[in-house]
């Protein structure tokens, strides 16, 4: 009788376990997200190719072209599942076709964190890894200087100690100065294509956690490593999601 009793008290906490709600669990439905990149100066709006923009230096600065390649994107689930693209992006933020990309297959739910590199992995980092469209060709690094591609070219003017007029091109490339961006922020997904705005802080370029015054720094990093690495730092927390429904 006692065998029975407890063979009855397994099976009934057998039911009890399989009928537990898994507040974790979703559907195998899937979404869509659409992101469009803009640029703000510590939220101001940026109007190109005017010297009207103050970094921490003080330095008053234009904006001329701003191009870079987003890669390596990854957002986490609630339940701690990973979604992976493994998309080349190329951005022009100034150029409404080229200043928005898509994702689709997002497996539907709550996401807690999403992360990406701004540059190219050290697979696709060579020459002529991507397809030679003109975009890409414009990114190319010099074979001499290691080859690959830049992963961010942010070019324009500013005004030196003198106030001349001067150029700057803050170009970043080589495997070592790849960009991870990861930000922990609720964005939810849910059957249908939602939409979100990705925000280039262009300040932050030059700030945190180095202030970068190109009155003292090197205006044209592309041969200075130390120079790059430094942007490489600023840039981490420069771009923000916000998602818009």
């Known amino acids: ?30 979404s869509k997200a659409k992101f469009t990149v803009s640029l703000k100066c510590d939220g101001a709006a940026v109007y190109i190719d005017s ?37 080349i992006i190329y951005i022009d933020p100034l150029l409404s076709s080229k200043n928005t990309f898509y994702l689709d297959s997002i497996p539907v739910g709550n996401y807690t964190e999403i992360s990406y ?25 010099p074979t001499a200087m290691g080859g ?51 925000i280039f802080n262009i300040n932050e370029v030059f700030a945190n956690p180095y202030n970068y015054n190109l009155n003292i720094e090197n205006n044209y990093t592309m041969s200075d490593s130390i120079a790059m690495l430094k942007i490489k730092n600023n840039i981490k927390d420069a771009f923000h999601v916000f998602q818009n429904k």
């Open 1 to 30: 009788m006692k065998n029975i009793c407890k063979i009855i008290s397994f099976l009934i906490l057998i039911i009890f376990l399989s009928c537990k709600k898994d507040t974790n669990s979703y559907s195998t439905e899937y």
């Open 51 to 87: 010297l009207i923009n103050t970094n921490s230096s003080g330095n008053i600065y234009s904006i001329h072209n701003v191009n870079f390649y987003i890669s390596n994107i990854k957002m986490k689930r609630d339940d701690d599942s990973i979604f992976s693209s493994t998309k």
């Open 117 to 141: 590199n701004i540059g190219i992995d050290t697979i696709h980092n060579i020459d002529f890894a991507l397809t030679s469209t003109l975009d890409n060709l414009n990114m190319a690094w």
């Open 148 to 198: 690959g591609y830049h992963f961010l070219k942010m070019e324009g003017h500013y005004l030196d100690s003198l106030n001349t007029n001067q150029g700057y091109a803050i170009h970043i490339g080589k495997n070592e100065n790849l960009i991870l961006v990861k930000t922990n922020q609720l964005l939810q997904q849910r059957n249908n294509t939602h939409e979100y705005s990705m």
